[in-house]
């Protein structure tokens, strides 16, 4: 927990603060808080702020995926999300990496390196372990079975977009934009051209910002 009674590095003191707005699952924890917003709502209103012509915003973590259809100035359309399951976020990424023995911030360049189509049928971050352990013992080589990976959260995140319905223009957020090869592996799936914010993991806190009066 943030303390306030300190004055941090930056320069900002507790009396240069006027307000505070959480978002995130654990915003409601977060008691030292004068708003609260969703990260649905934040996402859109973060991704509108820096491109007025956004119309879908995927926000893609490490528990969750989400699309969200909006207009401008973020007003929400329509949304999906899927929290069931970690194999549409990036959790399932950084497992199938450690499977693989590659280091996550090469995991995404090392599946642009592939041009094959290799399907991968598990729905579960379980099975899927199961499944890239086997295709190693088949001797396939790891670009391939990055790209695999990346195709798969692609495919799960492409179905909620056009489960929700999307239009351009469209900006990719949250932590897994770090991914070149998913985000390749999403352009495909929705045949379309992406927008990737710079530091587009902290756009859920433009959006919480935006959202004060």
Same mark, same amino acid.
């Given at each position: %927990?943030?303390?306030?009674?300190r004055?941090?590095s +930056?320069?900002?003191?507790?009396s240069? /603060?006027?307000?505070?707005?959480?978002?995130?699952?654990?915003?409601?924890? !977060?008691?030292?808080?004068?708003? *609260?917003?969703? @990260?649905?709502?934040a996402?859109?209103k973060?991704?509108?702020a820096?491109?007025?012509?956004?119309h879908?915003?995927?926000?893609?973590?490490? =528990?969750?995926?989400? *699309?969200?259809?909006?207009e401008?100035?973020?007003?929400?359309?329509?949304? !999906?999300?899927? =929290?069931? +399951?970690?194999?549409? #976020?990036? #959790?399932?990424?950084?497992a %199938?990496?450690? !499977?693989l @023995?590659?280091?996550? &911030?090469?995991?995404?360049?090392?599946?642009?390196?592939?041009?094959?189509?290799?399907? %991968?049928?598990a729905? +579960?971050?379980?099975?899927a &372990? *199961?499944?890239? /352990?086997? $295709?190693?013992?088949?001797?396939?080589?790891?670009?391939?079975i990055?790209?695999?990976?990346?195709? #798969?959260v692609?495919?799960?995140?492409?179905? %909620?977009?056009?489960?929700?319905?999307?239009?351009?223009? /469209?900006?990719?957020?949250?932590?897994?934009s770090?991914?070149?090869?998913?985000? @390749?592996? $999403?352009?495909?799936?929705?045949?379309?051209?992406?927008?990737?914010p =710079?530091?587009? &993991?902290?756009v859920?806190?433009?959006?919480?910002?935006?959202?004060? *009066?």
């Amino acid at each position: %927990m943030y303390s306030f009674h300190r004055q941090y590095s +930056c320069g900002i003191s507790p009396s240069d /603060i006027n307000s505070v707005t959480s978002t995130g699952s654990g915003r409601k924890e !977060a008691d030292f808080a004068t708003n *609260s917003i969703t @990260e649905v709502t934040a996402a859109a209103k973060g991704a509108t702020a820096l491109y007025p012509s956004v119309h879908c915003v995927i926000d893609v973590g490490a =528990e969750e995926g989400r *699309s969200i259809r909006c207009e401008t100035g973020g007003k929400i359309i329509d949304f !999906a999300i899927n =929290e069931k +399951c970690a194999a549409g #976020a990036g #959790a399932f990424t950084e497992a %199938m990496a450690r !499977a693989l @023995e590659i280091p996550i &911030e090469e995991f995404g360049k090392l599946a642009l390196q592939s041009e094959k189509d290799i399907p %991968m049928n598990a729905q +579960c971050a379980v099975f899927a &372990e *199961s499944e890239v /352990i086997s $295709l190693l013992h088949q001797k396939t080589d790891k670009k391939d079975i990055a790209k695999a990976v990346n195709d #798969a959260v692609a495919s799960r995140i492409t179905s %909620m977009a056009k489960k929700v319905g999307y239009e351009k223009d /469209i900006a990719l957020i949250g932590g897994v934009s770090n991914n070149v090869g998913f985000v @390749e592996s $999403l352009k495909r799936g929705l045949e379309s051209e992406i927008i990737v914010p =710079e530091n587009a &993991e902290y756009v859920g806190a433009i959006g919480a910002a935006m959202s004060v *009066s």
